[in-house]
């Protein structure tokens, strides 16, 4: 897990992902072209030099597949540093040059044409893992000076070799191969440049460069950015235009409902919605918004890792998320995605418990209207929005009348994870849990609480829960006075808040 955590939207950092795939693909890369020089090896060995030892070579090759092996499966380890990873990296095209240059001493020693092998490790490395030329020159001049390395070992070990490659002859044939070995060196590191630097122009967007990826989903991506005059930085969502299905047209509709209702988000100015700094569509076609960075955990990742909460600590986070859906209902936005993933809890500046509700229904609405007549699914799945878990039952039937209680339902959900650390209903499958939540009554929170909660507390929580809209709460103001008239959100003082923090995280 990395020392500091980025939150913005549904996404969770992930250290490094770039370079990770990076990695990933090259070894993949390694894995299967690696193996397949063994038959070039059996030639040499078996018809141009029948005195090589093949069975040597085979030795080689199986060490040097072993360690593409463990660079593969070490990019698929999150918890592996990005610095520490590219070491390996490089050291994964080092030593096949080594290993190469070790080959071609048993086939002709200095005057070996198998030297320009290392010519096709240098340029595989620059076309599969493109970076600046400064990071990119230690590992290719490596590689550009093996088999020189190796043959000065030889020279200092061996008389024989000595007196055999140390001539004018030997020398000559040397050079005239090697300056390819060379070329091909330093070639491959300007073009690895080139191509760093074009990858570079390409995550530009606006004004803005893209630097981490944080988060992939079905949706899209989610990258940490910095403004390049403000030097501001940010969360880029991207959504793909495959994303949002159907043909054309239907596309043009979602991205126009998209511009309308990005613009009525960046309206919204309650210190407890996420800020949305920018919006727009790509050359590409791509849409995105550019967001606020967040430091801190998402109520999922919160209760994973600390527990269930105390009662008075979930009343005084779900007021802030009444408060951030009650401006948004006021101006006639659902946010209809209302899950502990989406909700930060974060240090925002000098306020420790500070939330943040995230993902604010840009795209993840149940219907997308054009002039009252077209209608189509904007999810994943292209059958219902929302996550199975904290799903309101009027969304899992489809019906027309999803509104502002629809939200409330989900706080109901999210303060029953907050409590007890399970979700209302589980079950096997997504559809299990969905005809549970349609059909089956909830438990009071208490029944699986750690912690005392009122009886009032679980009123209020079974009121959001309630299958009807018209029996739950009406409002998020109406929610937020239940709460903490259950129970005094005051108790969470700032010092326990702050003190708890500095008790239990890297903040």
């Known amino acids: 897990m990395p020392d500091v955590r980025r939150i913005a939207s549904e996404a969770v950092a992930h250290l490094g992902g770039t370079d990770r795939r990076v990695a990933e693909r090259a070894m993949q890369t390694g894995l299967v072209v690696w193996p397949l020089f063994a038959t070039l090896d059996a030639y040499m060995c078996f018809v141009a030099y029948p005195r090589a030892p093949f069975l040597l070579f085979v030795f080689y090759r199986v060490v040097i597949e072993l360690g593409f092996l463990f660079v593969y499966r070490a990019s698929l380890i999150e918890t592996i540093g990005r610095e520490r990873l590219f070491r390996w990296l490089s050291l994964a095209y080092i030593a096949p040059a080594l290993t190469i240059a070790l080959m071609a001493i048993h086939l002709g020693g200095i005057r070996s044409p198998y030297m320009h092998g290392i010519s096709i490790v240098a340029l595989v490395r620059a076309a599969l893992v493109p970076?600046?030329?400064?990071?990119?020159?230690?590992?290719?001049?490596?590689?550009?000076?093996?088999?020189?390395?190796?043959?000065?070992?030889?020279?200092?070990?061996?008389?024989?070799?000595?007196?055999?490659?140390?001539?004018?002859?030997?020398?000559?044939?040397?050079?005239?191969?090697?300056?390819?070995?060379?070329?091909?060196?330093?070639?491959?590191?300007?073009?690895?440049?080139?191509?760093?630097?074009?990858?570079?122009?390409?995550?530009?967007?606006g004004s803005y460069k893209l630097e981490e990826l944080l988060g992939r989903g079905g949706m899209g991506e989610v990258w940490r950015a910095t403004h390049q005059l403000l030097a501001r930085q940010a969360a880029i969502k991207l959504i793909r235009p495959e994303a949002l299905g159907g043909d054309v047209d239907t596309r043009e509709i979602a991205m126009a409902r998209f511009e309308r209702?990005?613009?009525?988000?960046?309206s919204l100015r309650s210190p407890h919605t996420i800020?949305?700094?920018?919006?727009?569509?790509?050359?590409?076609?791509?849409?995105?918004?550019?967001?606020?960075?967040?430091?801190?955990?998402?109520?999922?990742?919160?209760?994973?890792?600390?527990?269930?909460?105390?009662?008075?600590?979930v009343v005084h986070l779900l007021a802030q998320v009444c408060d951030s859906l009650s401006?948004?209902?006021?101006?006639?936005?659902?946010?209809?995605?209302?899950?502990?993933?989406?909700?930060?809890?974060?240090r925002y500046g000098r306020q420790a418990d500070f939330v943040k509700v995230l993902d604010f229904g840009l795209v993840k609405r149940v219907r997308v209207f054009a002039d009252d007549e077209t209608q189509l699914q904007l999810t994943a799945s292209h059958v219902v929005s929302g996550t199975p878990a904290f799903i309101a039952p009027e969304q899992v039937l489809g019906g027309a009348d999803t509104d502002a209680r629809t939200d409330l339902y989900a706080v109901g959900c999210a303060a029953f994870w907050l409590l007890t650390g399970r979700t209302v209903f589980e079950g096997s499958t997504a559809m299990d849990v969905l005809m549970q939540q349609v059909r089956k009554e909830p438990p009071p929170p208490s029944r699986y609480s750690e912690h005392p909660v009122p009886a009032a507390l679980d009123a209020v929580i079974l009121r959001c829960l309630a299958k009807s809209p018209d029996d739950r709460p009406q409002s998020a103001d109406e929610l937020a006075e239940a709460l903490t008239a259950a129970c005094d959100p005051r108790a969470w003082t700032p010092a326990r808040a702050s003190e708890w923090w500095k008790l239990r995280t890297e903040y």
């Open 131 to 205: 970076t600046h030329w400064r990071r990119a020159l230690p590992t290719l001049l490596s590689i550009g000076l093996a088999f020189p390395l190796v043959i000065g070992f030889g020279v200092l070990l061996s008389p024989i070799a000595r007196a055999d490659w140390l001539t004018f002859d030997a020398l000559t044939v040397f050079i005239s191969n090697y300056v390819f070995v060379l070329a091909s060196a330093t070639l491959s590191v300007i073009l690895g440049h080139m191509v760093w630097s074009a990858q570079q122009e390409a995550r530009s967007l």
């Open 261 to 266: 209702e990005a613009q009525a988000a960046a």
């Open 275 to 313: 800020e949305v700094y920018d919006f727009g569509v790509s050359d590409t076609g791509t849409l995105y918004y550019v967001m606020e960075l967040l430091a801190g955990y998402d109520a999922q990742e919160l209760v994973e890792r600390f527990g269930p909460l105390p009662v008075e600590r």
């Open 327 to 346: 401006e948004a209902h006021a101006a006639r936005l659902v946010h209809r995605d209302i899950k502990p993933s989406n909700i930060c809890v974060c």
